[in-house]
């Protein structure tokens, strides 16, 4: 039914069919005093594009709109009945042709529904008769109010209230026309008979350009539709009407040829926007865990999320560094020697992983033993010793990474110092090192450009001002969807507000912040008691341990053993939740109580990463002052060896010896990287159990002792955990660190790094899904992402510092690993450069490392740096600069804009008050009369506006017409039926535009 | 299999000796952590339970005795606000009591001033300060039903309520199970309409009783209703019903478990709306 679709120009009173030339320029008029009301409201969005701001000039009418309905809305009535009643009588030629046009355009894309229309006509005009005088008697008053007023303000009011009446008013008669129980022309009626159906090819190019224009405003209107201040279901109701509309005379447009070229666009089109809706779903499904972190998000809120996603990122980091090493450094070494068989278990085994994902204890086994082939005891580092061979596979053993795991390919000790392996000469050692290198490099890259992405991103707003207006608006977290989550976030919100209040009031009262300093240093000083008492255990135990060593461990027990672990790990868990009872006392906001807690946690972990450090390096010491004892031996044994051999016949052949039996150095190297893996597996171990048993077991206990306990355990005493995003962050922050580190001593760590992550993504997702409750304050975690990124960048740099440290100063073992018989790692840089590079390329590269040239590099490179940053820093200050100015203005806009308002409410109170009066005084006028003096005052209005006296400085002249579409044909259209007064309109058009330029400047 | 088993038999073995003391003092914070975080409720154990038990032995007399004593000798016969006052010392500082306490009691002597109930019922009165509080508040003419099921602590509201010089046309004492006397009260006591129902008896028969009451229609619209202690010890199915059931417009006043500071408690407000 098109004329349903044309009702829905009610709603949009901006956009309309408008075929009538006396509308035509009133409404231009009309919108740009919109627009410029529009315009000082809000100067500020400025960037903001077409569509927006004319939904924002709508939103202006239409509260305007309201404020006024009432009056307005009986006006209107009255005045459509007595406009019926005069169209009838044929009063004024333009008014008819207006009409017909009208009817034409309108009522030809009609199904005739007007019989019952017809049927009504006979009553209604009796009524209209009598609503006529009324609606003549109300013009009768603004005419002479017109005369009593003289301020120009009242009257460009007056005005503006005229224009909006008539626009009202023929907007009715669009509407009426759907309608069948309101009255209709009978001119128009017939007019209707004459072409009831829609025939695009019987419309004139005028027509079709006006249906075009409609179809586009409707078009806008559906965009612009989510932001105006309209109950939804009127939003709905216009929403499919415009649709309907849209459709139904969108493939009508164009002609012949054209019209199919139109239509087929159009289609194409829309083929095109699904195209990319689909698409856009496709990409979104296709970020791993992106379903699963929503929900997490719409149950917990922002913070608990962010968690989730930095876990998602590091395991896209992880993935890199992994595939990195394996590729380049396991997959090479293990092809060397492996056979085909094994290879195909080695991929079935990486097949299975990927298919099943979780299974990975067992799959670590399957994996060891598919990269432990029979080859592998070729040659004495890839093989188990004697002396270990009968507990090599034991559980226990395995479980501590040693026996058929040392000796694998997981440790540094399995590589072999070959220079080149295969076919394709490929450089083990140097592959060896680079990666070593290239990871650690890679990180450092990854973590400085997200942290200056996400610094573009933060840092706009600023905090300090508009505190409570920014706790009213924008408090709310709009992720949340579940009701408990809801309720919680309600609470939260209060006590914010209450909280909030409460500073402001002390802040005010300023006797409190003695003792607020007081507890926060008092809190301050038992964390530092805290992290010196960890400290210090740890100490004690690492001794311990190094005297257990001394001893011989199997003399110890299991527990004695693991000392170092369980008391780190356990320290790790426990002292984390002392600092949050601790932090309770200084009465931070829980995003700053956040951050010191991080702080704090990051301080115990780097002590307690450090202190194994320190007790690393002594053990690193230990093992080569034996190792030079068992070099002393071995040259001994040899030489014992062929003093034999030779001894007895010289022309013999050498003696085989088995690898096994040969005498081995303690290779530091592995000793290292096995305490890493160690360390990083009783880790995970403590985390999960920690999540079941803190978190699971505490939630069945909660849940099903609920029903038989004295109090309730649910909201009370024990009650469900929350998730702790700062333990759970820094644990993901402190294992990558610990990954880095020992990346270079156990290749394996990036692949069991990424089973780790790839497990507690799930495991934990699954435990805060079920056993955690939303925090009660929960906080928007805006900032912290960043907060993150700087301290794993500080992780990394302090997690490299010992393995560069080590790199550089230590000798590498003498017989294990892809150095031996160097004397320093990077060695085989230069080995590299000198037979594999022709002599002029590391004549150049030693030139090139030369100081004197290295140095000025440097230099440049740091003034380069400084350069950059000092433009940074004054982008800034501009930045902040312009955005004073915008509020300033902002402000200066907001006034104005309010003065205006208040003056023209002002101004139609009394309007109204005199309008009563008058209607009362002249209630028994002639009916005649009346329109007459309707017409004159009609006329009256039209040439005061094209006079263009200067229509309410303030609000209508400060911004130029806003083109909502092209003046042009419809102007020549109304040339068509010869009014020649409507020309002199763009006068007032350009009017605004020149006045324009001293307000801007004023700013 | 056995490999395996004997695998999982290592690490596990438990020598004779001990656990190194190092482990054992790394759950030092733990215990830290735990006894600052529960702080409130291991003074509320020692509070209500040891040193009642204690004091039960040593006295012989039961709690509520105690505290009739207590209050008879330090306030003024007559004046509810100097019982009122003596309770709150005696709960604060010697022994604990869970009565409503001054500060919930300021919540509900403001519902009651702005309701200004006719007929009031008290679910679980204890020893008469929750009756007292209610009745000093009640308007000229209003009559309040207090129902409490022990025997002895009835008799001790009785002489409490008499002190503070209420008499039986004000308050009326009513001893019997909640759910025994609600049915009968349409009957019995020729009530027709509740105007206020205070719940403080078991928190487990705030859901029945209430469901009780609006089986037997004595809530009308506008009646309201406030349970207390409804977050600890708790009444979570009384609050889901609240929050499903749609009969009643309910909101919980926030504050704190009665003579104790670090314990979250509410009181719920519950204004019957009816059957929409």
């Known amino acids: 039914m098109p004329g349903d679709t044309l009702i829905t120009s009610e709603n949009d009173t901006d956009i309309e069919l408008d075929f009538a030339g006396v509308e035509d320029f009133q409404e231009n008029h009309k919108r740009e005093k919109h627009n410029g009301k529009r315009r000082n409201g809000d100067r500020q969005e400025n960037k903001r594009e077409n569509q927006r701001r004319k939904r924002s000039s709508k939103s202006v009418q239409g509260i305007r709109e309201e404020s006024q309905s009432k009056t307005e809305r009986r006006e209107r009535s009255r005045r459509r009945k007595g406009k019926a009643e005069h169209e009838t009588s044929g009063h004024e030629g333009n008014k008819r042709e207006r009409d017909q046009t009208r009817a034409k355009s309108t009522k030809s894309k009609k199904n005739i529904k007007n019989e019952k229309t017809r049927k009504l006509e006979g009553k209604e005009d009796g009524e209209a008769q009598e609503k006529s005088e009324k609606g003549k008697l109300k013009l009768v008053c603004t005419k002479n109010e017109e005369k009593i007023e003289s301020g120009d303000q009242l009257k460009e009011k007056e005005k503006a209230l005229g224009v909006k009446k008539k626009k009202k008013r023929r907007k009715k008669v669009v509407e009426t026309s759907s309608e069948p129980e309101t009255s209709e022309d009978g001119d128009d009626e017939e007019e209707v008979n004459n072409d009831g159906e829609v025939r695009p090819e019987l419309l004139s190019p005028e027509e079709l350009e006006k249906l075009k224009e409609a179809v586009d405003e409707k078009k806008k209107l559906i965009q612009s539709l989510r932001g105006k201040p309209w109950p939804m279901k009127q939003k709905l109701v216009t929403l499919r009407e415009s649709q309907l509309f849209v459709e139904k005379y969108e493939g009508a447009l164009g002609k012949g040829k054209g019209r199919k070229l139109y239509a087929y666009k159009v289609m194409m089109t829309k083929k095109?926007?699904?195209?990319?809706?689909?698409?856009?779903?496709?990409?979104?499904?296709?970020?791993?865990?992106?379903?699963?972190?929503?929900?997490?998000?719409?149950?917990?809120?922002?913070?608990?999320?962010?968690?989730?996603?930095?876990?998602?990122?590091?395991?896209?980091?992880?993935?890199?560094?992994?595939?990195?090493?394996?590729?380049?450094?396991?997959?090479?070494?293990?092809?060397?020697?492996?056979?085909?068989?094994?290879?195909?278990?080695?991929?079935?085994?990486?097949?299975?992983?990927?298919?099943?994902?979780?299974?990975?204890?067992?799959?670590?086994?399957?994996f060891e033993q598919a990269l432990m082939g029979r080859p592998y005891g070729s040659i004495p580092r890839k093989t188990v010793p004697r002396a270990e061979e009968a507990g090599a596979m034991d559980f226990a053993v395995l479980w501590d990474f040693g026996g058929y795991a040392q000796y694998s390919v997981l440790f540094y000790g399995y590589y072999n110092n070959q220079r080149a392996?295969?076919?394709?000469?490929?450089?083990?050692?140097?592959?060896?090192?680079?990666?070593?290198?290239?990871?650690?490099?890679?990180?450092?890259?990854?973590?400085?450009?997200?942290?200056?992405?996400?610094?573009?991103?933060?840092?706009?707003?600023?905090?300090?001002?508009?505190n409570f207006s920014w706790k009213m608006f924008t408090s709310w977290d709009y992720l949340i969807g579940n009701p408990e989550t809801a309720d919680n976030k309600f609470a939260s919100i209060t006590t914010s507000f209450k909280e909030a209040i409460l500073e402001?009031?002390?802040?005010?009262?300023?006797?409190?912040?003695?003792?607020?300093?007081?507890?926060?240093?008092?809190?301050?000083?038992?964390v530092l008691c805290c992290l010196a008492g960890s400290g210090y255990l740890i100490y004690f135990v690492v001794r311990r341990s190094q005297k257990f060593a001394l001893d011989g461990l199997e003399n110890h027990t299991w527990w004695e053993r693991n000392e170092v672990n369980m008391v780190m790990s356990l320290l790790g868990m426990f002292c984390p939740m002392l600092f949050d009872v601790i932090s309770t006392l200084e009465n931070y906001h829980p995003r700053v109580a956040l951050q010191w807690q991080l702080g704090r946690i990051f301080a115990l972990f780097l002590g307690n990463l450090y202190t194994f450090i320190i007790a690393l390096m002594?053990?690193?010491?230990?093992?080569?002052?034996?190792?030079?004892?068992?070099?002393?031996?071995?040259?001994?044994?040899e030489a014992t060896l062929y003093n034999g051999t030779g001894s007895e016949n010289s022309t013999a052949p050498p003696i085989t010896i088995h690898p096994a039996d040969v005498p081995r150095g303690p290779c530091w190297e592995t000793m290292v990287g096995q305490e890493f893996v160690r360390l990083i597996i009783s880790d995970t171990m403590t985390t999960y159990i920690t999540l079941l048993i803190g978190d699971f077991l505490r939630a069945v206990l909660v849940r099903f002792l609920n029903h038989c306990w004295c109090?309730?355990?649910?909201?009370?005493?024990?009650?469900?955990?929350?998730?702790?995003?700062?333990?759970n962050v820094l644990g993901l922050i402190f294992n990558q660190g610990m990954i880095w580190m020992g990346a270079f001593y156990a290749p394996c760590l990036p692949a069991l790094n990424l089973l780790r992550l790839h497990v507690s993504m799930y495991l934990q997702c699954w435990a805060v899904m079920c056993c955690n409750v939303p925090q009660e304050r929960v906080f928007k975690a805006s900032g912290s992402n960043n907060f993150y990124m700087a301290m794993l960048l500080v992780i990394l740099f302090l997690s490299t510092l010992p393995a560069i440290y080590t790199i550089v100063t230590i000798p590498p073992s003498f017989d294990c690993g892809p150095f031996s018989g160097k004397n320093r790692m990077f060695d085989v840089i230069q080995e590299t450069l000198e037979s594999d590079f022709p002599a002029w390329f590391s004549k150049v590269f030693s030139y090139a490392s030369n100081p004197g040239l290295v140095l000025p590099f440097i230099l440049l490179m740091v003034l380069a740096i400084y350069y950059l940053q000092s433009t940074s820093k004054s982008y800034k200050e501009a930045n902040v600069e312009l955005k004073k100015k915008l509020q300033m203005q902002n402000e200066e806009n907001k006034k104005k804009n309010k003065q205006a308002a208040l003056k023209a409410q002002m101004d139609l109170e009394e309007a109204k008050k005199?309008?009563?009066?008058?209607?009362?005084?002249?209630?028994?006028?002639?009916?005649?009369?009346?329109?007459?003096?309707?017409?004159?005052?009609?006329?009256?209005?039209?040439?005061?506006?094209?006079h263009g006296r200067n229509p309410s400085p303030s609000v209508g002249n400060r911004e130029p017409h806003f083109p909502v579409r092209d003046p042009g044909p419809r102007n020549a259209h109304n040339g068509n039926h010869g009014n020649p007064r409507y020309l002199p309109g763009f006068h007032q058009q350009s009017e605004p535009r020149m006045c324009r330029v001293p307000s801007l400047e004023r700013h | 299999m056995t490999l395996l088993i004997k695998c999982m038999h290592l690490p596990f073995s438990f020598s004779s000796r001990m656990v190194s003391p190092a482990i054992a003092l790394a759950f030092l914070p733990l215990l830290l952590t735990l006894i600052i975080r529960y702080r409130y409720y291991f003074v509320l154990f020692y509070r209500a339970v040891l040193v009642r038990i204690w004091k039960d032995c040593v006295t012989g007399l039961s709690r509520e005795e105690r505290a009739f004593q207590y209050v008879l000798t330090n306030s003024t016969p007559g004046d509810p606000d100097s019982i009122l006052d003596a309770f709150d010392y005696w709960c604060s500082k010697v022994e604990f009591i869970s009565n409503i306490g001054p500060k919930k009691g300021k919540i509900l002597d403001r519902l009651l001033m702005e309701q200004s109930p006719l007929t009031v019922l008290e679910l679980g009165a204890h020893c008469g300060y929750s009756t007292v509080r209610i009745a000093r508040a009640l308007p000229?003419?209003?009559r309040l039903y207090s129902i409490e099921m022990d025997q002895g602590n009835a008799a001790i509201a009785e002489k409490i309520i008499r002190l503070a010089g209420f008499d039986d046309d004000t308050v009326e004492l009513i001893v019997n199970p909640s759910d025994e006397v609600i049915p009968r009260l349409r009957s019995d006591y020729n009530l027709e309409r509740l105007d206020f129902v205070f719940m403080d008896h078991w928190k487990k028969c705030y859901l029945p009783d209430l469901q009780l009451l609006e089986g037997y229609g004595l809530l009308g619209k506008g009646s309201m209703i406030v349970a207390d202690n409804v977050l600890f010890p708790g009444a979570p199915k009384f609050l889901r019903y609240l929050r499903k059931c749609g009969l009643y417009e309910w909101k919980i006043h926030r504050a704190t478990l009665e003579y104790s500071r670090g314990i979250r408690d509410g009181m719920a407000e519950l204004i019957y709306q009816g059957i929409k």
Request: glycine share 4%.
């Open chain 1, 272 to 366: 095109w926007m699904k195209f990319q809706r689909d698409f856009e779903n496709f990409k979104t499904a296709c970020i791993p865990w992106e379903m699963k972190i929503k929900e997490i998000e719409s149950h917990f809120g922002s913070s608990v999320a962010s968690y989730f996603i930095f876990l998602r990122w590091m395991y896209g980091i992880n993935m890199i560094l992994f595939s990195l090493t394996f590729g380049l450094v396991m997959v090479p070494e293990v092809l060397q020697f492996l056979n085909l068989n094994c290879t195909f278990i080695l991929f079935i085994a990486l097949y299975i992983y990927f298919i099943l994902q979780v299974r990975l204890i067992l799959l670590c086994t399957f």
């Open chain 1, 421 to 466: 392996i295969g076919w394709f000469k490929f450089r083990m050692p140097l592959s060896y090192f680079l990666v070593g290198v290239g990871t650690v490099a890679y990180s450092y890259m990854v973590v400085i450009r997200t942290m200056a992405r996400n610094a573009n991103e933060s840092g706009i707003g600023d905090d300090n001002s508009f």
């Open chain 1, 504 to 526: 402001e009031q002390e802040s005010r009262k300023d006797d409190n912040i003695h003792l607020t300093r007081f507890l926060r240093v008092l809190a301050n000083f038992l």
């Open chain 1, 618 to 637: 002594d053990a690193i010491n230990l093992k080569r002052k034996e190792e030079k004892v068992v070099k002393y031996n071995i040259t001994m044994w």
């Open chain 1, 711 to 727: 109090w309730d355990l649910e909201a009370g005493f024990p009650s469900y955990s929350e998730f702790d995003v700062s333990g």
């Open chain 1, 914 to 946: 005199s309008a009563s009066q008058t209607a009362e005084h002249q209630r028994n006028n002639n009916d005649s009369v009346q329109r007459q003096e309707d017409d004159e005052e009609i006329d009256n209005k039209n040439q005061r506006m094209y």
């Open chain 2, 140 to 142: 000229l003419g209003a």
